[in-house]
């Protein structure tokens, strides 16, 4: 078990850095961060990267940092702190794809890693035995009898 909190710990930590560094370069030139061109949004809501930016940089990124500092100081609520923003990142990168209407390679890498954080959190919750594993667990016992 102490190798899925590792991993879960990394992933968090790797995605969390990168979507504060992505988040913060649409920040501070909404108009062209890194050299990404406004017409991509032609399709979404928005007409610059600024809104986009605080989104990646504040729920993706320093909500992964907070999971990922969560199994450092190895806190009881860990496996749900860790299980909202993988999924949070998971919409984000299907939103995103959908607004933009293109799937590039780091969409998918980044979108199979929200999966396995996903998965990795919900291996926490039935280990724990934590809302709603428990319920899933005393189900299955029931109707195993």
Known sequence: MRKVYSILSSLHLFVGI????????????????????????????????????VILFTIIGLGNIVSALTFRFKL????????????????????????IN??????????????????????ILFEKRLFPTNLALSFYKKLKL
């Open 76 to 99: 009881g609520f860990q496996g749900y702190i860790s299980c909202v923003f993988s999924w949070a990142l998971v919409i984000f990168i299907v939103v995103q794809c959908l607004m």
């Open 18 to 53: 990168g979507a504060m560094f992505g988040g913060l370069a649409a920040i501070i030139s909404p108009q062209s961060p890194m050299g990404m061109s406004v017409d991509v949004l032609k399709n979404s809501p928005f007409s610059n990267y600024l809104m986009p930016g």
């Open 102 to 123: 293109d799937v590039v390679f780091l969409h998918i890498l980044f979108f199979i890693i929200g999966l396995i954080q996903a998965s990795l959190s919900i291996i």
